[in-house]
């Protein structure tokens, strides 16, 4: 008489059906509540004529989380009273910014151009993959800075969109 062994690889193979669709269940959902938390974006957008200082040129197509400061390199003036780039950075939610020193601010004609729904464009799902004992897939959003945006940093507050929609989630599907 043989031996029943049930292998890892069979458990897997046996759970995989139901399980999967669990998991492709909780994922959507998570993305979908992402999505729905998720902030727009922005871009920082210099004058059309080229006549912008050289450190607001160089943030010219920055584009960040709505609650993500821009990184502009800090200004300076050179002897002759050209303006230039300095090391380090300013921060600033847009062009103006009270937070910028003058230098950053007096005159500036840039603009913050909002851009809608770009972090939940950006957040996809990953396959689902089957492993034995486990069955995952996870939700992902690939976006410059988007720690910044979910997390937060010394200069801004995080908004928390992915951590809150795994809690509501996690919520729901609690049994
Ligand atoms: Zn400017």
């Known amino acids: 008489m043989g031996k029943a062994r049930i292998t890892p690889g069979l458990t897997a193979r046996l759970a995989a059906g139901p399980v999967r669709r669990k998991v492709e269940r909780i994922t959507a959902a998570a993305a979908a509540e992402t999505r729905d938390r998720a902030p727009d974006a922005k871009t920082w957008t210099t004058a059309p004529d080229g006549r912008a200082r050289p450190s607001h040129a160089h943030a ?8 993500v400061s821009y990184k502009l390199p800090k200004a300076a003036t050179a002897p002759d009273g050209t ?4 090391p380090g950075y300013d921060y600033a ?14 005159g500036c004609r840039c603009h913050s151009i909002p851009l809608p729904g770009e972090l939940a464009r950006a957040t996809r799902i990953t396959p689902v993959v089957v492993t034995p004992g486990r069955v995952s897939a996870s939700v992902v959003c690939e976006y410059h800075r988007v720690v910044e945006a979910e997390f937060g940093s010394s200069q801004d507050a995080g908004a928390h969109f992915m951590g809150q929609a795994a809690q509501v989630v996690a919520a729901r599907y609690r049994t």
């Open 83 to 86: 303006p230039v780039i300095a």
């Open 60 to 67: 010219d197509g920055q584009t960040v989380a709505e609650n």
């Open 93 to 106: 939610s847009r062009p103006r910014d009270p937070r910028l020193p003058r230098q950053q601010s007096d």
